[in-house]
């Protein structure tokens, strides 16, 4: 198993940035990607962004590409996201997700709260 913990999360205004960070501990020589997960009230949780733990390749929603970045320190066991131009539709609790099998997300963090006002 592996044992995630995001942080970073935060309140900032139409337009500003925040980066997410989220580190890993336990089985880390098992990932196989990680992601970046957001839940807004009332909504489901969707996926935000990707990343292959080995060779670095990112994969985005549509509607943050251009705008997130997701990146990994493989040496550090961290995963981090870069938002900018956050809009209010942006305002979610953010998860992080991690892959063993490279299927499905077996392990995920308790999440951070990102608010975006207008």
């Known amino acids: 198993q592996v044992q995630l913990v995001e942080s970073g999360g935060g309140l900032v205004q139409a337009g500003g940035s925040l980066r997410l960070s989220c580190v890993a501990s336990?089985?880390?020589?098992?990932?196989?990607?990680m992601g970046w997960f957001r839940q807004a009230p009332g909504k489901e949780r969707e996926f935000v962004a990707g990343v292959y733990w080995t060779n670095g390749n990112t994969y985005y929603t549509d509607s943050v590409k251009g705008r997130f970045t997701i990146s990994r320190d493989n040496a550090k066991d961290t995963m981090y996201l870069q938002m900018n131009s956050l809009k209010p539709e942006d305002t979610a609790v953010y998860y992080c997700a991690c892959s063993r099998s490279g299927t499905k997300y077996d392990d995920w963090g308790q999440g951070t709260q990102v608010t975006v006002s207008s």
């Open positions: 336990g089985r880390t020589f098992s990932l196989s990607r």
